[in-house]
């Protein structure tokens, strides 16, 4: 999503008191169509209109806007975005998901230089070197979804060399901290999440689970949106649906902790109780005793790095026809 661009470059650094913004701003409606197709509506609320900061900040903080769209200023390609939807009446009643962007199109009649649009971010609230608050969500996410695929993982394992675990406990309990290739794992299903659900982010998804369930707390719809997408997407035999009201998401056919994690002896040794030789003097089950042989000694992601398990997914379990965003 790109402005017009301006030719001529400004000399001008941003004094508060003095500075004109020139701005546009487009509000994007998205919504689930009948068939489970997005559709995308847009409309443009300003055209080149001249702000103060103090209009520039009630116009950000009224909206919603909160992240910018690139890590580093580029002028003409920088805008500023919401990353959640608008918690008004059409989308509680309708499903109807809007979204904000705001593009500074010139500072004081003049294109807007890398360093004006860095303070400029920095008044807003916002940075253009730090992650928004769409990124962290993100990585909230992701980071809790690596745990529950770890610990999948690791039961599975375990079930696999005829290992069940402490009678009653819960594997977070005494399972060994979450490995780098969990967030792997984590990453990947993100991308098939957003890959199935025709390239809404999974921010977005989640604000579809919070818009259905107003009633959890931020921090708790997103911990449970985390658990259950990633124990869903592998076919466990729980869900969101379980204990939450649902909303529209789709799920790939097919994904498996187990297949992305090769859960190694370095962190089955760390169970209570574990104890891999005996389990081999024991195991009778040949099955058992090939996923004994198999079992690596250091945790592992499970394929060869020239080959990419995410993309073939991506590729084989995308709807055909995508709407672009």
Known sequence: MKAPEKNNEATNDIEENEVTYTVNLLMEKRTIDEDGELEVEEEKLMDCEDLDLDQLKKLVRDKGINTPTTKAPMPGMTFFSSSMPDENRDYFEKGIESFHHLWIMEINGSRPTEAQLRETAEALGMSLQEQGPEERWRESIKERMARTLFLCAIADQSEALGYSGPAGGDWDDFAPETREVAGRAADGLIRVMEAVNHGARITQLFARARRENPDLTFEKALEDF?????????????????????????????????????VGRDDLDQLPGFDFEALKIEAEDSAVVEALDATPEKTQWGFSEDYDPIANMIERYTPASEPSL
């Open 226 to 262: 985390a658990h259950y997408t990633a124990m869903q997407a592998q076919g466990h035999g729980v869900s969101w649906d379980d204990n939450h009201e649902p909303f529209d998401m789709d799920y790939p056919i097919y994904f498996s902790a187990s297949d992305l994690i090769l």
